[in-house]
């Protein structure tokens, strides 16, 4: 089966961890683009849904981590932005636990356009930041 989200080397932000993270989250996104294709049960959906919520804060902890780290001006707004995302996460839990499982499309079109906003956009910025203080 193709792959939902490709990892394009656009997407680095150049912090190797990071990177590396944001790579495993794709592959988080294109497992459960894939079990929803499929046709799975919902115990298997679960699954991978679980694995999703899991490594999302995971990861949002390690970039907040280093946000406190470098003193990043936009820590705030960064924030923010990853309690958007868990909110909509829950609220699709909430609504695939109440039967719609309809919204697969719906799910996978807003975690692939999240991510490559979040990506490309502010992470980047912090990217930058974190290398312009590496290099003082």
Same mark, same amino acid.
């Given at each position: ?11 680095? @932000? ?20 894939? @079990?929803?294709?499929? =046709? ?11 694995? *999703? ?36 996460? *829950? ?11 309809? @919204? ?21 910025? *912090? =990217?930058?930041? @974190? ?6």
């Amino acid at each position: 089966m193709d792959e939902f989200f490709v990892w394009s080397e656009e997407y680095s @932000i150049g912090v190797p961890a990071i990177d590396k993270q944001h790579k495993i989250l794709i592959n988080i996104i294109n497992e459960l683009n894939n @079990i929803l294709m499929s =046709g799975a049960d919902k115990d298997d959906i679960d699954k991978v849904f679980d694995a *999703l919520k899991v490594y999302v804060q995971k990861h949002f902890s390690y970039e907040e981590s280093l946000m406190d780290k470098y003193q990043f001006p936009q820590t705030s707004e960064h924030h923010n932005e990853h309690q958007q995302l868990v909110e909509k996460v *829950l609220d699709f839990e909430k609504r695939m636990n109440n039967g719609n499982f309809m @919204i697969g499309i719906e799910l996978m079109e807003f975690l692939k356009n999240w991510l490559m906003h979040h990506v490309c956009e502010v992470d980047m910025q *912090l =990217g930058q930041f @974190i290398q312009q203080q590496d290099d003082k």
